[in-house]
Structure formats: structure tokens, C-alpha cells
């Protein structure tokens, strides 16, 4: 009889220590199908109530595709109630300013949108903070760098020394110019500061229209001086001094409801890369010394190259990653 009792007693055992198991096992596979779908779809159901999106706009500005989808995104959501656009960008392109301006001029025509600068929001960055309905800026933050520039290098001088001749056969004496491999003649100058001048009266005419200055009292400021954000405040390039705080008091201000959490809204890759997801892209990003972010753009140097006219002021670091 005691060996039945014995065996009795274990079987009972066993079965608790399987039921155990199976409990632990089901509970293990229920957190990492979670952790697998935050992982796949981020945080999509904060994004299905409504909210207050932040979208940052940072680093050198370039034609962002995916930055311009994400606008679009906000903009056709029942769910975002209002937008706060955090600027921190020395500037970059002027046209990958104009594309990002007149996306959040669409987004603004829908939804209240106000601009809260960060450290920096100079050039084509100002340009992208003056498309908001309202400016925030910290009083230390640094604002303005209105105009446009057109940078190319002078190669001759490197080429004499090293022995080497370029030779070119082209259409007319403009065609291809400048050109780093001979000396800017007077009319090719003239070319470019017929460009520079046509952007930069379009620059001073888009900030004289959204800041609601006259056009004389902006080309005053339009010598691309920089300001700090109390200067900023005092001539009109900013309405108002603080950070998300403040930038959603004005939200609040255009009927959008105190009680709103503030989501920010990023590219769909934007902490990942083509190869690696977001978090193995951070972890490999810190593992090299690198920011985070695409780890390939930063180890290719992308940011070297900017073609085109520039809005930009003092770029961060416009040379190859240490």
C-alpha cells in the first residue's frame, strides 16, 4: 500500500511541475509575441487614440523622403489632434528645405502646428520652423542665418603641384561650371549670383509672408546673421520663449485638448537601417562610435555631399566620421 501512496504522491508531483512548465512555456511565448509585434509595429496603438504628434526635424536637411511620407502620414490622421514640430538643423539644401516647408504647410492648413526649436534652427531650418503657425524657442537657442550660398572647390593650385592636366570638350563656356579644375571666370560668377540672388529674394519673400514683416524690415535681418532666441523674440522671428511645454500650451490655446499624451511620430526605419532593425543598428552605432541612426550614411559620410543651392549655417561636422 505505501508503494502505491508512494507512487501516487509523485505522479502528483510530476503533473504539477508539467502543468508549471506548460504555464511558464505559454506565458514565455505570449511575451516575446508582444515583444515581436512592438518590435514589428512600434508603438501603432498609441497612434490609433487621439494624440499630440512630434515630429523632430534634425541634422542636415536633404529632399527626405521618408520625413515628407511621415508628414503626409500626420496629416491624413483622424488621430492627431495637432503637431509639434521640433527643429534642430543648421540648414542644408534649399530645395530639401522648400520640399519639407510646403509638407508642413499642407499638414498646417489641417491641423494647428507649432515649431519648437531646439539648440539650432538656422537657414533652410528657419525656413521649415517658419512654415508652423507658431515659433517656441529657448532663449539660448541659436535662430535665423536667412540666406543662401553657393560653395564649390578650387582643385588648380593641388593639380599643378601633382603634375596633372584636365582637358574638356563641351557644348558653350558655361556649360559645366564652375568646375574645381580651372578658375571661375567673371561670367560664370555672374551665373551663380543670379542664382543666389533669385533664392535668396524668394528666401526673404516666404519669411517676409509667414512672419507677417515687411519685406524691408526682413532683408535688414536677411544678411545671415544668427540670433539668439530672446534676439529672436524682440524682432519678430519667434512668438514665443520655452520648449514642448510651452509649444503644447498653444495647442491647448487653439482648442486642442490639455488632457492629449504627445507621441512622436518617426520614419519607419529612422532607429534601424536597410540591414540591421532599430535596436542591433544602436547597439552596432555605439559599438563603432558612431551616432545613432542609419550606421551606413554615417560610416559612407553622406552628409559630405550636398548638391545644389544651400541654406546652411556652421554644418555639424561636414567631414568624414572620426
Known sequence: MSTRADDLIDRRRLRRKVTFWRAATFLFIAFALLATARWLFGDALSFTSSHI???????????DEELLDLLESVRESSAVKGVILTVDTPGGTTAGGEAIFEAVRRLAEEKPVVAQVGTLAASAGYMVASAADYIVARQT?????????VQYPQITGLLDKIGVKVEEVKSAPLKSEPSPFNPTTQEEREMLMAMVRDSY?????LIADRRALPRDEVLALADGSIFTGRQALQLKLVDALGGVREAKDWLVEQGVSAELEIVEWKPRNADGS???PG???QWTARL???????????LAGKRIFLDGLLSLWQPERMALPD
Not at 53 to 63: D, F, M, N, S
Not at 288 to 298: K, V
Open 53 to 63: 504628434a512630434q515630429v523632430r526635424v534634425e541634422g542636415t536637411i536633404l529632399e
Open 141 to 149: 537657442s541659436i535662430v535665423g542665418s536667412i540666406g543662401v550660398i
Open 201 to 205: 529674394n524668394w528666401f526673404v519673400d
Open 274 to 276: 536597410l540591414f540591421l
Open 279 to 281: 535596436f542591433a543598428a
Open 288 to 298: 563603432l562610435g558612431l551616432p545613432s541612426g542609419d550606421i551606413w550614411d554615417q
